[in-house]
């Protein structure tokens, strides 16, 4: 399996382009501002074509560019019904910072945020094959309602039973903010209680912010995950978007 990640944007949100291989179809995750051009060049560098624009979630700084790339590739948009409307209405999951931030962020000049012209709903448990890859979708609301993560099995090492692409739930040490519109902190715990703590130890974490991780690393360390295997512990939430 071939998957490249690299930081884009002023928040160091990471996409990443998942294919079988060289020369393959691809599947791009979480193209966020100023993520065009680098989608571009893993595409080039490595002969790929995309099938596929796929969101953990609304919020802007995930979704800046899926329209860009999902039409300079005639790809299908994917992404979970309760943050659809964030494409077309991004300012609806901002915090008040990033509202404030948006006439220096677009140039001064306008813009009409639009959906791709192919947009289709995850959902939770259900079962992807995009470019001969398999993911598996998990809805995990608490960062936005719409929040998702996607599992894959890595057969590469025999070490590593899966990928999670968390997008904001989970993080190195930490996990997503749920201050902003559509967060939830209960929800957020839930979610981690439900569907990361079930998971394997081997399974590899590819956030999206920071430092790549495993489960059994957050298992043993993260204080959200160890609060809700009820340490009582207490931490730090990345403050994204």
């Not at 490249?4 to 990443?16: H, L, R, S, V």
């Not at 439900?194 to 957050?218: C, F, M, N, W, Y």
Request: with cysteine; net charge negative.
């Amino acid at each position: 399996m071939f998957i490249a990640g690299f930081p884009a944007g002023p928040w160091g949100t990471n996409c990443y382009v998942v294919a079988t291989g060289a020369g393959a179809e691809c599947v791009v995750i979480d193209p966020g501002k100023d993520a065009a051009d680098g989608v571009a060049e893993v595409v080039r560098e490595h002969r790929l074509k995309p099938v596929a624009v796929v969101a953990t979630h609304g919020h802007l700084d995930h979704v800046w560019c899926v329209t860009p790339v999902a039409g300079a590739y005639d790809a299908t948009a994917w992404i979970h019904s309760r943050d659809r409307h964030l494409l077309t209405d991004p300012l609806a999951g901002m915090s008040s910072e990033t509202r404030d931030m948006m006439p220096q962020l677009l140039g001064g000049r306008e813009h009409q945020w639009r959906e791709p012209d192919d947009v289709r709903a995850l959902d939770d448990a259900m079962t992807l094959e995009l470019a001969g890859v398999t993911f598996t979708v998990d809805h995990t609301p608490g960062h936005t309602e719409g929040s998702v993560t996607f599992r894959t099995p890595y057969p590469d090492q025999a070490e590593v039973s899966e990928v999670m692409f968390s997008g904001d739930l989970l993080f190195a040490g930490s996990i997503g903010r749920t201050d902003l519109p559509g967060g939830d902190h209960p929800t957020m715990l839930r979610s981690l209680r439900d569907k990361v703590l079930p998971l394997a130890d081997d399974v590899v974490v590819l956030p999206g912010h920071g430092e790549q991780t495993s489960i059994a690393r957050e298992r043993a360390t993260n204080p959200y995950l160890l609060e809700v295997a009820d340490t009582g512990a207490a931490g730090r939430v990345i403050r994204g978007l």
